[in-house]
């Protein structure tokens, strides 16, 4: 029995990737288990692990091809196997029903968490119950072809799956659109019938930038996935900013303090840790702004999952301090540190920079004193940290000198009204100012 490997899905957003590196070659066994790929997302590089036995019969996809789809025919592998392929890491969970009210959050999508709290909701059937084919057959599909398929509203258990032993995969749902498919009760019209038409950008030479003045750098995963968030979300997100000035004199010192008690290195707290954890700290005292809109209803997440911009070579990722709120200083510095550095070197694992409740953009460093943000879906807020600088105030009716930076919420206002982004500012704001208050 002959077998297609499939390009497989590595996180629930994945479209497609670039086949870095065969592990193994035509003629070698292969044994559940082994590694005999690597696949390199717009976020990182993984392994992919096979997940029956068999004999690598070919290769179909050469080390070094970009832009491979997600379900494309990579390999073939001979002998008693079934689908042939998995990331070393989780599998990538299946799109699920939401629930009728507000659930807990996992991701993605990210650290020790659950999946479901973690996982971008995603509008789907409203059945309740996966689909299925009569008889009580559960529908077999990709999770790329149910993420598109909940999306537009595509009822799953009408199509004919034309992938290994009759999966449904991305291009049977791309036919059904095509052809105007069944449509599952209730379901929204598709997003393409409702959008604006898309945008045609006009070539450098149409707009009078002549050939040959310019060198062109071809877009990679990264670019062309944050262009395309980005724009969705600043497109389709009602947000607004709210920017408040906040001194930092005793939380320098508190910080001074705690690294003086400090001895190890990997302990040693940043600025940017003590945000975090003030941040998280103000999220589960300000509940309504540790939020995320759902078509189903408004999810109010138990607990405060940070995500934190990280700037790496071609673009940014948010790996993700999971339960903040739960985690010491020094425990959230060591993650921290660990996470900056795998990071850079593109070694996370999807569930690490996916999902989060909250997002901190922190530009201090570089001498920025005011910005704000793009939201970073399906999160309620994302916070812009300034830099921190000497600056005269006004302390009764005498001036003085403290250090003071400037940061700004950008909120959903589907969640997040002025409001509730003012009372979080606020506790922000009283945690920063008397640092011992995160810890009573």
């Given at each position: 029995?002959?077998?297609?490997?499939?390009?497989?899905?590595?996180?629930?957003?994945?479209?497609?990737?670039?086949?870095?590196?065969?592990?193994?070659?035509?003629?070698?066994?292969?044994?559940?288990?082994?590694?005999?790929?690597?696949i390199?997302?717009?976020?990182?590089?993984?392994?992919?692990?096979?997940?029956?036995?068999?004999?690598?019969?070919?290769?179909?996809?050469?080390?070094?091809?970009?832009?491979?789809?997600?379900?494309?025919?990579?390999?073939?592998?001979?002998?008693?196997?079934?689908?042939?392929?998995?990331?070393?890491?989780?599998?990538?969970?299946?799109?699920?029903?939401?629930?009728?009210?507000?659930?807990?959050?996992q991701?993605?999508?990210?650290?020790?968490?659950?999946?479901?709290?973690?996982?971008?909701?995603?509008?789907?059937?409203?059945?309740?119950?996966?689909?299925?084919?009569?008889?009580?057959?559960?529908?077999?599909?990709?999770?790329?072809?149910?993420?598109v398929?909940?999306?537009?509203?595509?009822?799953?258990?009408?199509?004919?799956?034309?992938?290994?032993?009759?999966?449904?995969?991305?291009?049977?749902?791309?036919a059904?659109?095509?052809a105007?498919?069944?449509?599952v009760?209730?379901?929204?019209?598709?997003?393409?019938?409702?959008?604006?038409?898309?945008?045609?950008?006009?070539?450098?030479?149409?707009?009078?930038?002549?050939?040959?003045s310019?060198?062109?750098?071809?877009?990679?995963g990264?670019?062309k996935?944050?262009?395309?968030?980005?724009?969705?979300?600043?497109?389709?997100?009602?947000?607004?900013?709210?920017?408040?000035?906040?001194?930092l004199?005793?939380?320098l010192?508190?910080?001074?303090?705690?690294?003086?008690?400090?001895?190890?290195?990997?302990?040693?707290?940043?600025?940017?840790?003590?945000?975090?954890?003030?941040?998280?700290?103000?999220?589960i005292?300000?509940?309504?702004?540790?939020?995320?809109?759902?078509?189903?209803?408004?999810?109010?997440?138990?607990?405060?999952?940070?995500?934190?911009?990280?700037?790496?070579?071609?673009?940014?990722?948010?790996?993700?301090?999971?339960?903040?709120?739960?985690?010491?200083?020094?425990?959230?510095?060591?993650?921290?540190?660990?996470?900056?550095?795998?990071?850079?070197?593109?070694?996370?694992?999807?569930?690490?920079?996916?999902?989060?409740?909250?997002?901190i953009?922190?530009?201090?460093?570089?001498?920025?004193?005011?910005?704000?943000?793009?939201?970073?879906?399906?999160?309620?807020?994302?916070?812009?940290?300034?830099?921190?600088?000497?600056?005269?105030?006004?302390?009764?009716?005498a001036?003085?000198?403290?250090?003071?930076?400037?940061?700004?919420?950008?909120?959903?206002?589907?969640?997040?009204?002025?409001?509730?982004g003012?009372?979080?500012?606020?506790a922000?704001?009283?945690?920063?100012?008397?640092?011992?208050?995160?810890f009573?």
């Amino acid at each position: 029995m002959t077998t297609e490997i499939l390009m497989p899905a590595l996180s629930p957003t994945m479209e497609e990737g670039t086949l870095a590196r065969w592990l193994v070659k035509v003629g070698d066994a292969v044994k559940s288990g082994d590694v005999i790929a690597e696949i390199e997302t717009d976020k990182a590089t993984m392994e992919v692990e096979a997940v029956d036995e068999g004999t690598l019969e070919a290769i179909l996809v050469p080390e070094g091809a970009e832009g491979v789809k997600v379900n494309t025919p990579i390999a073939r592998l001979s002998g008693e196997v079934s689908s042939a392929m998995s990331p070393s890491v989780s599998p990538v969970p299946e799109v699920a029903t939401p629930p009728a009210t507000p659930a807990p959050v996992q991701t993605p999508p990210a650290p020790a968490i659950s999946p479901a709290r973690d996982q971008a909701p995603t509008p789907a059937p409203t059945s309740g119950t996966a689909p299925t084919r009569e008889g009580g057959a559960r529908v077999a599909a990709s999770p790329l072809a149910r993420r598109v398929a909940a999306r537009e509203g595509i009822a799953l258990e009408s199509l004919t799956g034309s992938g290994p032993h009759g999966r449904v995969v991305l291009r049977d749902v791309e036919a059904a659109l095509a052809a105007g498919g069944a449509r599952v009760a209730g379901g929204k019209a598709p997003a393409s019938a409702a959008a604006a038409p898309v945008r045609q950008s006009l070539s450098l030479e149409q707009m009078g930038i002549a050939p040959g003045s310019y060198d062109l750098v071809p877009l990679d995963g990264m670019k062309k996935t944050i262009a395309r968030r980005m724009t969705e979300s600043f497109r389709d997100v009602p947000h607004f900013p709210l920017t408040l000035d906040i001194e930092l004199d005793a939380l320098l010192a508190a910080r001074a303090q705690i690294n003086a008690l400090s001895e190890a290195p990997e302990n040693k707290v940043s600025v940017n840790d003590l945000i975090i954890k003030a941040a998280a700290t103000a999220l589960i005292r300000v509940p309504e702004a540790n939020a995320s809109f759902t078509d189903a209803g408004i999810a109010r997440h138990h607990h405060a999952d940070i995500a934190v911009a990280v700037a790496i070579d071609g673009g940014l990722i948010t790996p993700i301090v999971r339960g903040a709120d739960l985690k010491s200083l020094t425990v959230i510095a060591r993650e921290m540190k660990d996470l900056g550095a795998r990071a850079r070197a593109r070694k996370l694992k999807p569930e690490e920079y996916q999902g989060g409740t909250f997002s901190i953009s922190n530009l201090g460093m570089f001498g920025i004193k005011s910005f704000a943000s793009i939201l970073n879906e399906p999160q309620g807020c994302i916070l812009s940290v300034g830099a921190g600088e000497k600056r005269a105030v006004v302390r009764g009716e005498a001036l003085a000198i403290a250090t003071v930076m400037s940061v700004t919420l950008t909120c959903d206002h589907r969640v997040v009204d002025g409001a509730i982004g003012a009372r979080w500012l606020t506790a922000f704001k009283a945690l920063i100012e008397a640092p011992i208050a995160m810890f009573v």
